[in-house]
């Protein structure tokens, strides 16, 4: 079995036409790293360059699918990044085709010949929920949670799945808001394929894999593709090139900043916690006298 550093995958021994993708570092709550989604990328063309596999599950260890990037450490400091340009001027292109190499990657469960399947527990929410969607299907717990909160601040999810997997005005919606799902709402939206109770997951996530699974893997090929030329010529990778120039937008216009700024004097959980509360979040002219407001403290601090 190949190894990687932040996943597993293996054949499942008790169904050998199943692979078992799992993100594997359950004391972060499998957030991503730099690294995941280079892994997910070499992980899926090892299940494709492998005949007997037919189906690919995506699952989550401990607690949770996954909870999005691991941002704590970056938010909090003021460490130069691709995506967090603490110099002037922010330089857009370095910031896009870093994270437009992670949404190729994630890709990769949605462009292999092979059906995906994410098997989703606990949450599934921000970058981890661009995992989740870019598998074809989706089973989930009854109380899973997905969805994408930093759509409020500093966030646009980059594989831009939610339109073409909800339609226009649930997209909407929960572009908006930031607001989750959970998996019996997702499965009445028809964002998830199933919905069951927790303890029936595992099972749930069987039953419809090896269902799939003993179609002849070249017909399930054809299947795919011809659905996934819908959505091409639907626009998605024209969708997906603005979502992640946006994203990077998100991070460095004035909200943006806030935001960092605040995570980075107050701490990353409080930044969090008033971006879900509903508060308003100060923006323009506004957040820019916040930002200086919270620099001179962090400055004040430092002395």
């Not at 990687?4 to 993708?21: C, K």
């Not at 606990?122 to 899973?144: F, Q």
């Not at 090896?210 to 054809?222: G, Q």
């Not at 004097?265 to 008033?274: D, L, R, S, V, Y």
């Amino acid at each position: 079995m190949p190894d990687f550093e932040t996943l597993t995958i293996h054949a499942d021994e008790h169904h050998p036409r199943l692979a078992r993708l799992r993100l594997n570092r359950p004391e972060r709550l499998n957030a991503i790293t730099k690294q995941t989604p280079r892994d997910i990328r070499a992980a899926v063309a090892w299940a494709e360059s492998n005949e007997s596999i037919h189906v690919i599950i995506v699952e989550g260890a401990g607690k949770g699918f996954c909870g999005g990037y691991d941002l704590v450490d970056s938010a909090e400091t003021l460490q130069e990044h691709p995506c967090q340009q603490e110099s002037t001027p922010w330089d857009p292109m370095v910031d896009y085709a870093f994270m437009k190499q992670n949404t190729d990657d994630f890709m990769s469960l949605w462009r292999c010949r092979k059906p995906t399947i994410a098997k989703v527990h606990g949450a599934a929410v921000a970058g981890g929920s661009d995992i989740a969607m870019c598998c074809d299907l989706l089973v989930m717990a009854d109380d899973a949670r997905i969805g994408y909160m930093p759509t409020r601040v500093w966030g646009c999810p980059t594989t831009a799945m939610w339109t073409f997997r909800l339609g226009f005005a649930r997209a909407k919606q929960l572009m908006f808001t930031g607001d989750t799902l959970d998996g019996k709402m997702a499965a009445e939206w028809g964002l998830a394929n199933v919905s069951v109770p927790l303890e029936e997951l595992e099972a749930a996530t069987l039953k419809l894999a090896n269902r799939i699974a003993s179609v002849p893997s070249s017909h399930l090929a054809m299947h795919k593709m011809i659905v996934n030329q819908v959505m091409l010529t639907m626009g998605l990778e024209q969708t997906q090139t603005m979502a992640t120039v946006f994203d990077g937008i998100t991070r460095h216009n004035p909200e943006g900043m806030w935001f960092r700024r605040y995570a980075q004097t107050e701490g990353f959980k409080a930044a969090i916690e008033w971006r879900d509360s509903g508060r308003p979040i100060p923006e323009g002219d506004e957040a820019r006298e916040k930002i200086r407001e919270l620099e001179a403290r962090a400055k004040s601090k430092g002395a």
